[in-house]
């Protein structure tokens, strides 16, 4: 499962690792986020480093749809709904100061953005009033959009709110940009090393998996969900998983268009460097590890498209993950515990391209003397009552998923090799062990996190086992590919 955008050859190689190397700041991630914080911190003459588990936009930014819109869905409205007027003001003029640098660093080096209206719209006559609430949200927060009873799109509608002049483009463009940007000013990228623990006292300094040891002044977390635990961010952010398809169709320039509710769909088209034009079609998303079948929700997508666009042809499928907050803004900051030395960025819910680089902006800002003014508002904002209800109901939602994993398991007996890309969960002694078998090869594993214990579900879409408590994510054979997991699974014995 590919992206369209991680479907190319030319990647940026991995630096050697920077051992006994005197850094300024060491970034953990090689997404948008880390890459742009990265570059402004070199910019002014630090040394930086960025260490990433896998490969440069492995994770969240090689798989988004590549939005770059301050109209997001129902955003605004939800954030109107858990925070005060002023805070969601902050956020507009963050997402905003994120779109603009980001277009002008394009625009500065080269990287095609085309230009697109943003559409947040009713595909169901009881979605009117969720489109209508975003409508009223963005034009109380200074946003011109406009109100459209019909829009004219190859979808049915009840209408929508369109906001003009927004952006869309290929993430790769950019964050290959962006490297390359961060080398010419003496960064380095390492990619490859995960990094599983950190100091907790001192100078900063983090574990890698090999167990290699760097050091750094500031250590900037930009991994999706924070690897460290400190923040108990965790308990606070609700992991999400959605999928995307991209199809060979010809078509005009489209709108960015998303659906106001449940199951959602997100349209785009992707200009081609070769005159041709794609079609992306994304969502129908859920909680990571809680669907009745991730590949029928894909199925679903499918049948959407060939409804709607006849005659696309399918050429990649794959997924996202993402993190909500509990008031829908993300949490840019210094970590707790974390002696004023560690940072962290993350809660982006979706809305990556522009909450990105303006965690970046606000991080780098700080670091460097000369803090951005909306940043005061969003990170002195209080939790009103509807967003601590919010937090209660996740983790009640977490409590009730790991009772239901534990009789699950106990009820069921040690599986047999399930057919080829099934897994199956059950009992072997007093442990919950999983079974499964891809590409022709069986391999069991403890099926508990090794974050917190979940019992884990098997993914049948993506062939993986996904914990449905934080949202870690394992390889049929137990490795980590999301966390907040940092540890593999355990293996029983022969």
């Known amino acids: ?250 078509t005009t320039p489209l709108p960015m268009s998303l659906s106001a509710g449940q199951p959602s769909r997100s349209i785009r088209d992707v200009p081609r460097a070769d005159g041709t034009t794609k079609l992306m079609i994304g969502g129908n998303g859920h909680t990571v590890g809680r669907t009745y079948s991730e590949a029928q929700r894909v199925d679903e997508l499918r049948a959407w498209t060939a409804r709607y666009f006849p005659g696309a042809v399918e050429t990649h499928v794959w997924s996202a993950q993402d993190y909500r907050s509990h008031d829908g803004i993300p949490y840019v900051g210094h970590l707790p515990r974390g002696g004023g030395r560690f940072h962290v960025a993350t809660g982006f819910d979706k809305w990556g391209m522009t909450n990105a680089v303006a965690a970046a902006r606000n991080l780098s800002s700080k670091l460097l003397g000369e803090p951005v003014p909306w940043s005061k508002p969003l990170s002195r904002r209080i939790s009103r009552p509807a967003g601590a209800a919010r937090i209660a109901t996740i983790n009640l939602s977490v409590g009730a998923e790991l009772a239901k994993g534990i009789v699950t398991a106990e009820l069921r007996p040690m599986p047999d090799a399930p057919s080829e890309g099934s897994g199956e969960v059950g009992r072997d002694g007093f442990l919950p062990t999983g079974v499964s078998t891809v590409d022709g090869r069986t391999c069991a594993v403890r099926a508990v996190c090794t974050h917190l214990g979940g019992i884990l579900s098997w993914n049948d879409q993506e062939k993986s086992w996904d914990c449905p408590l934080h949202g870690s994510r394992f390889t049929p054979e137990g490795e980590v590919l999301e966390g907040p997991a940092t540890k593999p699974l355990h293996t029983p014995p022969d």
């Open 1 to 250: 499962m590919t992206s369209l955008w991680l479907d190319r050859a030319d990647l940026p190689e991995s630096d050697p690792l920077p051992v006994g190397e005197r850094l300024d700041d060491l970034v953990i991630g090689a997404g948008l986020t880390g890459l742009t914080t990265a570059l402004l911190l070199a910019r002014a003459g630090r040394r930086v480093a960025v260490v990433e588990a896998r490969h440069i936009g492995a994770v969240t930014t090689g798989n988004t749809t590549a939005k770059l819109s301050l109209l997001q869905g129902t955003k605004l409205s939800t954030i109107l709904q858990r925070q005060s007027h002023q805070v969601a003001q902050a956020y507009v003029d963050a997402n905003l100061e994120g779109q603009q640098w980001l277009v002008r660093f394009c625009s500065d080096r080269g990287v095609p953005v085309q230009a697109r209206d943003a559409i947040t719209y009713a595909a169901e006559i009881h979605q009117v009033d969720a489109a209508r609430a975003e409508h009223d949200a963005a034009r109380s927060l200074g946003l011109g959009a406009r109100w459209h009873d019909q829009l004219d799109v190859p979808f049915p509608n009840h209408g929508g709110t369109v906001l003009a002049d927004q952006s869309q483009f290929d993430p790769l463009d950019i964050l290959i940009a962006l490297a390359r940007e961060l080398r010419e000013h003496g960064g380095t990228i390492h990619e490859g090393h995960r990094v599983v623990s950190a100091s907790k006292s001192g100078r900063p300094s983090v574990h890698l998996g090999d167990g290699t040891e760097l050091t750094a002044d500031e250590v900037i977390l930009a991994t999706g969900t924070p690897i460290l635990d400190r923040g108990l961010y965790f308990a606070k952010l609700e992991p999400l998983r959605s999928y995307a398809l991209a199809f060979d169709f010809a």
